[in-house]
């Protein structure tokens, strides 16, 4: 199974669909970074909390 994450420029959010959830924005396709699958992942969760922090306080 291929994992690919995009990352949608206008929110910030991240998604697995071609379009954005949140705004259907336009996505980039994020590659992740060569730690360990744990280590990713544990990434992914900050930054997506964060994000949702900041969207949030907007
Ligand atoms: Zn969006």
Do not use: F, H, W
Request: hydrophobic share 20%; proline share 7%; with cysteine.
């Amino acid at each position: 199974m291929k994992m690919r994450m995009r990352k949608c420029k206008p929110c910030g959010a991240y998604t697995m669909n071609d379009k954005c959830p949140n705004c259907s924005g336009d996505l980039n396709v994020v590659y992740p970074p060569k730690y360990s699958i744990e280590d990713r992942y544990g990434k992914y969760r900050r930054k997506l909390k964060e994000e949702a922090n900041i969207i949030k306080n907007k």
